[in-house]
């Protein structure tokens, strides 16, 4: 029987079949986003939560481990984060709302600044590159901000009512976690059970080292742009800390981020020479943080090239903006890593997975088949031999 495939040759068939995979997956990427973008008010408090989580399981493990009930140890660990963190806030709060009045006029007399050099070297009218900006800023703003007010109060509804859940999810993970994925992992099949439990244990080691190493490595970070803007004499000193430890959520990207607003605000208040200060400060800090605090403190948890973050943190910032920047590299990171304890490779510090046996199988039947015990001679309940 002829078909009409067979005067079409075998290298185009192979890329047509290569091209049709490739478009599937592609429709199934893409209505996975879809999916995601929908119901991110959901999912983010989810992720924020298994981020917290796995900043707060170790204290939470120390309690159980001397006898603090589960519930009464989840509780305890909630406050006191949820107290440290309002403590924070209060001290801080006082001092960075004073300062950050400020920050704003800073950085635009900075931009202003640099605005004006552009201009005198490039040739242009007098205000053209500020007029261009303030056009695009307003194009930009007229389409995305219709109704601010009402748009700010559903914002701010969506943002308490995220911060609730993730709270709640949070206590209940550092609760019932375990049991948790214990009886996902029974759900499964046998011969599936190891094989999903070693690539999530994996995946949530994985997690685990990232929160708690981008929370180190962002504090040594503004520590150290700190220390130097004071030493230069750059104001605002606080405001710009905070930025550069936020902004250090985001690798490579945030980074460049407070450098920039740091260098803006030192041309508006001190001049050329201190702006070109507090670039060296930052240059210095960024290869700190790639040559020594990465290595020693990140490099068991994301085994990623830098290429592959700087693609990963762009492409999650154009998919869903500053939330996909933010949680692009842990994503990329846990799921390497929950693929290589799937196909049962070494992980980060060269250790092969163990080799856990299979399940032992049911003996075989004898010839007569099995006689039940205690059952009478005219009710024998044999089972059929093979």
Same mark, same amino acid.
């Given at each position: ?17 290569a ?16 999916v ?13 939560? %298994? ?6 399981s ?30 924070v ?15 704003? %006029? ?29 056009d ?16 700010g @109060? ?7 009512a ?8 949070v ?7 375990e049991?948790?994925?214990?009886w ?26 990232y929160?708690?190493?981008? @929370?180190? #490595? ?15 004499? @750059?104001?605002?000193?606080l ?13 490579? @990207? ?14 508006a ?27 020693? #403190? ?10 592959? #973050?700087?693609?990963a ?12 920047a933010?949680?692009?590299v842990?994503?990329v ?50 089972w059929?031999?093979?």
């Amino acid at each position: 029987m002829t078909s009409l495939l067979d005067g079409v040759p075998r290298p185009l068939r192979v890329a047509a079949g290569a091209s049709a995979c490739v478009i599937l997956l592609i429709l199934g990427a893409w209505l996975a986003l879809e999916v995601v973008s929908r119901l991110l008010l959901i999912l983010l408090p989810i992720i924020i939560a %298994l981020l917290l989580t796995s900043v707060l399981s170790w204290p939470n493990a120390r309690l159980r481990r001397v006898g603090v009930p589960p519930g009464l140890a989840a509780a305890i660990v909630l406050l006191g984060a949820l107290a440290i963190f309002v403590g924070v806030i209060a001290l801080l709060t006082p001092v960075a709302v004073d300062d950050a009045s400020s920050l704003d %006029l800073r950085v635009t007399e900075g931009l202003e600044d640099v605005t004006g050099w552009l201009e005198s070297r490039f040739g242009m009218e007098a205000g053209e590159l500020d007029r261009r900006i303030q056009d695009a800023r307003g194009s930009i703003s007229g389409s995305a901000l219709t109704g601010p007010l009402t748009r700010g @109060v559903f914002m701010a509804i969506e943002i308490v009512a995220g911060a609730l859940l993730a709270l709640v999810l949070v206590f209940f993970f550092l609760r019932d976690g375990e049991r948790m994925w214990g009886w996902f992992v029974h759900t499964l099949s046998a011969p599936h059970r190891v094989v999903v439990d070693r690539a999530g244990r994996r995946a949530w080691a994985t997690l685990r080292s990232y929160a708690g190493g981008i @929370v180190l #490595i962002a504090a040594l970070n503004a520590l150290m742009i700190g220390v130097a803007l004071w030493l230069i004499g @750059v104001p605002l000193v606080l405001p710009l800390t905070l930025l550069t430890f936020v902004a250090a959520f985001v690798p490579i @990207v945030g980074a460049v981020s407070a450098g920039f607003a740091a260098a803006m605000v030192a041309l508006a208040a001190e001049g050329p020479m201190s702006a070109l200060l507090v670039i060296g400060a930052a240059i210095v800090v960024e290869q700190i943080e790639s040559n020594v605090w990465e290595p020693l #403190i990140m490099s068991r948890a994301v085994e990623l090239h830098p290429v592959v #973050i700087l693609v990963a943190v762009a492409t999650g910032g154009i998919l869903l903006g500053l939330v996909g920047a933010f949680l692009a590299v842990p994503a990329v990171a846990v799921t390497w890593q929950a693929f290589r304890g799937v196909r049962g490779l070494p992980d980060n510090a060269g250790r092969r997975p163990l080799r856990i046996r299979p399940p032992t199988p049911w003996p075989r039947r004898p010839a007569g088949g099995y006689t039940l015990p205690g059952a009478s001679a005219s009710r024998k309940a044999r089972w059929p031999a093979r």
